[in-house]
């Protein structure tokens, strides 16, 4: 991979935390790029700091539109699933994972764009806080104070998870398809956090729960209902940024995205993006697959 194609993946592994959209995070990185044919300087020596600067501030000025679409957005807002993506290799690997959460990035939308910013830069990439004051127009103090109020906002939201392992997650998540298929409610309730949430984005364009579910009884509920409705649905189990998910497809087109995040052995999350705007980069499923154990058909 030659050194442009890296410093494109990092940018993009910024923009998408600061954006929570891969479209707006490629038009970010895009724009960036061609700033950087235009109006570089001639004797650059630092290319990456540079384009990272320029993303980052292009990132800011979007943020503003996007909170005002986002707030008239039609129910629940989840960000652009990423299917098969991982950047561990741009930086240090927990903090790279835990930023990319659905739990952290909806708290991220809570914040303003320059704390957001300033979180983003400084705890997740590691920028000091000298660089990241003419990223965000502040004192170094201040981006410190931003930062910190963000990391109080993050912890406080979205605490950490009691990981599972990669097996693990494969037997409880088995379990649990199984359970929903067959419309098992005793089964499934000890699978799930007393605190369980089930997030869905439709967008407005595709039916789907307007506001998030909570609790084990209404979201196993929910989710039996889901599956009904859904009879012949195929679930391919796939790599999304932050964590395990699954692919939805019918007749080999992708309509769905499920993350589910666990603690501790037990499913504290259900992130489902159905919104068709959302799932362009997912794609075709390319190949047959059998849908096993993991089907919705039991």
């Known amino acids: 991979m030659d ?3 890296k410093h494109r993946r990092y940018l993009f592994a910024v923009a998408y935390r600061l954006l929570g959209s891969a479209t707006d995070a490629e038009d970010a990185v895009q724009e960036a790029f061609v700033r950087l044919r235009t109006s570089a300087p001639v004797d650059l020596e630092h290319p990456r700091a540079w384009l990272t600067t320029v993303t980052s501030r292009i990132c800011l000025d979007m943020l503003g539109s996007a909170r005002a679409r986002r707030e008239t957005y ?11 993506y991982d950047d561990s290799d741009l930086g240090e690997a927990t903090a790279l994972r835990e930023s990319v959460r659905t739990a952290v990035l909806l708290v991220l939308e809570s914040l303003t764009p320059a704390e ?3 979180f983003v830069l400084h705890d997740v990439f590691g920028m000091d806080f000298d660089r990241l004051a ?7 103090q201040a981006c410190r104070q931003l930062a910190s109020r963000a990391r109080r ?3 406080g939201e979205a605490p950490p998870r009691v990981p599972v392992s990669a097996e693990e997650h494969r037997h409880i998540t088995a379990i649990f398809l199984k ?4 419309g098992d409610l005793a089964e499934l309730l000890p699978l799930l956090d007393p605190q369980v949430v ?3 984005d439709g967008g407005g364009e595709v039916l789907a729960a307007r506001v998030p579910v909570h609790g084990p009884e209404r979201v196993a509920t929910l989710l039996a209902g889901l599956v009904r409705r859904y009879a012949g649905v195929e679930v391919r189990p796939v790599r999304l940024a932050g964590g395990e998910g699954y692919l939805l497809s019918l007749d080999t087109k992708v309509i769905g995205v499920v993350g589910i995040e666990m603690s501790a052995g037990q499913i504290t999350e259900m992130n489902l993006v159905v919104n068709p705007a959302k799932l362009q980069r997912v794609g075709l499923i390319d ?3 059998d849908p096993g154990p993991h089907s919705w058909e039991g």
Do not use: H, M, N, Q
């Not at 003419?134 to 170094?140: A, I, L, S």
């Open 3 to 5: 050194d442009w194609s």
């Open 74 to 84: 039609i129910g629940t807002w989840l960000p652009e699933p990423l299917a098969g």
């Open 116 to 118: 957001r910013v300033a």
């Open 134 to 140: 003419t990223v965000v127009g502040r004192t170094p």
């Open 153 to 155: 906002r993050v912890r």
């Open 179 to 182: 359970a929903a298929a067959d």
């Open 198 to 200: 089930l997030r869905s």
């Open 287 to 289: 190949r047959p697959w």
